[in-house]
């Protein structure tokens, strides 16, 4: 394992790390959207986790015009899109293949905050991974360079490594049965 460390001070672990990137204070936030941009905008969606985030996060469900997740009219619960019946279902149907990626116009409700309905009936959605991919676009490293006062080569570099080094696809087995290496 490789250890970076990202803070603006030299001191103890920094100086015990394999790599310290002095970075301006208070300017995490940006170094961290560079790496995430980097990650969606210029690698292989292959090297991403993709099971994971298709199988253990909100990144398939639908979210609305209004920003809220879409949602099935009599449940109440978030809707997906489903590969396999070309269509929308509930986030906790059986046999689901979910859509990682895309929009898609399905029936369905948005509920704001407060319970409030915003939109009913034929709405157009995206999936929360979408909106996220879409969002991160503008936070490439060049962007927060300035910001951060650390190098576009190097953030695109440690994305770059995480990436690389990420344990994606492979299993351990722990008493006898074979589970995903997270």
């Not at 949602?71 to 109440?76: A, G, M, P, T, V």
């Not at 029936?107 to 979408?130: C, M, Q």
């Not at 690389?164 to 995903?180: R, S």
Request: aromatic residues 8%; proline residues 8%.
């Amino acid at each position: 394992m490789k250890r970076v460390y990202v803070e603006p001070h030299l001191g103890v672990t920094a100086a015990a790390s394999a790599e310290w990137i002095p970075i301006k204070p208070k300017t995490d936030g940006a170094f961290m959207f560079a790496l995430i941009h980097v990650m969606l905008h210029e690698r292989r969606r292959e090297d991403l986790d993709l099971p994971f985030l298709r199988d253990r996060t909100a990144s398939p469900y639908l979210v609305g015009p209004n920003g809220y997740y879409l949602r099935d009219r009599s449940s109440r619960k978030p809707l997906v899109w489903d590969r396999a019946t070309a269509g929308a279902r509930e986030h906790d149907a059986a046999a689901l293949q979910e859509a990682l990626e895309g929009s898609y116009e399905v029936d369905a409700v948005e509920i704001g905050p407060d319970g409030d309905v915003l939109a009913e009936g034929p709405l157009a959605g995206r999936t929360a991974f979408s909106c996220l991919v879409e969002h991160m676009r503008p936070y490439s490293p060049e962007w927060a360079q300035p910001i951060c006062d650390v190098p576009a080569a190097t953030m695109r570099k440690i994305a770059n490594e995480f990436v690389d080094h990420a344990c994606v696809g492979q299993t351990i087995e722990i008493d006898g049965q074979t589970m995903p290496y997270r």
